[in-house]
């Protein structure tokens, strides 16, 4: 079965600089989140999307921005890095079953280190 | 506002033993709660899924309780191997569209 799908996995940059991660949810699902896990810690909510429409905000920082397109992939914007912004990004999808069951499935994460 | 909670934050057992992981939410006003694993570094493992409507879940060795009006969820390994170890994290939905909030999780080490 398909998976949500995050790019790249990996990310280097220095500080100062900007960074954009992308998340591809699991086809037919309509909710997008992100969540960010710093080092030893649990992760937190960032922001979601519903049919490409802002749907809820946590604790995003001004300096990041996100977006759903209208193939429902993601992507978040990430400028004027900062060394507490390295951690580990998660992206998760959902929808409502016609079970009326909804869970998030998450992709593996893209981890983004500051220099 | 919703805090969730998980004691003990690191366990460790001999092989062989049952594992009882304990998550609590101040808030029972839940849409449903998913207990995830987490291996060092990585992402993130969905093990149990529990709607508000349901007391438990079970897959294999894995049971999930649930007790919504004293904000409580315990997941019971059974017969705990070495590569159960991992990081356990509780997570509660407020409504089915909804963030999830994550407790600070249980670090799990089974020893050989």
């Known amino acids: 079965a398909a998976g949500v799908i995050q790019s790249p996995r990996h990310l280097i940059k220095e500080k100062r600089e900007t960074a954009t991660l992308k998340c591809y949810p699991i086809?037919?699902?309509?909710?997008v989140y992100w969540y960010q896990q710093g080092p030893g810690q649990d992760p937190q909510f960032l922001i979601s999307?519903?049919?490409?429409?802002?749907?809820d905000k946590g604790s995003i920082p001004d300096r990041f921005s996100a977006q759903q397109f209208s193939d429902y992939h993601s992507e978040l914007n990430m400028s004027s890095l900062e060394l507490g912004d390295s951690a580990l990004y998660f992206c998760?999808?959902?929808?409502?079953?016609?079970?009326?069951?909804?869970?998030?499935?998450f992709g593996p994460g893209t981890r983004l280190t500051v220099l | 506002k919703q805090e969730v909670t998980q004691i003990p934050a690191a366990l460790s057992v001999p092989e062989g033993e049952n594992l009882v992981l304990n998550c609590s939410f101040t808030?029972?006003?839940?849409?449903?709660l998913q207990w995830f694993r987490q291996d060092p570094g990585k992402g993130l493992t969905s093990l149990l899924l529990?709607?508000?409507?349901?007391r438990e879940q079970t897959s294999g060795r894995l049971n999930a309780s649930l007790d919504k009006s004293s904000g409580r969820s315990t997941l019971y390994i059974a017969a705990s191997q070495p590569g159960d170890s991992a990081t356990y994290l509780c997570?509660?939905?407020?409504?089915?569209?909804?963030?999830?909030?994550f407790g600070a999780g249980t670090q799990v080490v089974v020893t050989p």
């Open positions: 998760a999808s959902s929808s409502l079953e016609p079970s009326g069951i909804s869970e998030q499935f």
């Open positions: 086809p037919r699902h309509d909710t």
């Open positions: 999307f519903y049919e490409k429409m802002q749907s």
């Open positions: 808030d029972s006003a839940i849409y449903n």
């Open positions: 529990i709607q508000s409507s349901q």
């Open positions: 997570a509660v939905r407020r409504i089915s569209w909804g963030k999830l909030q």
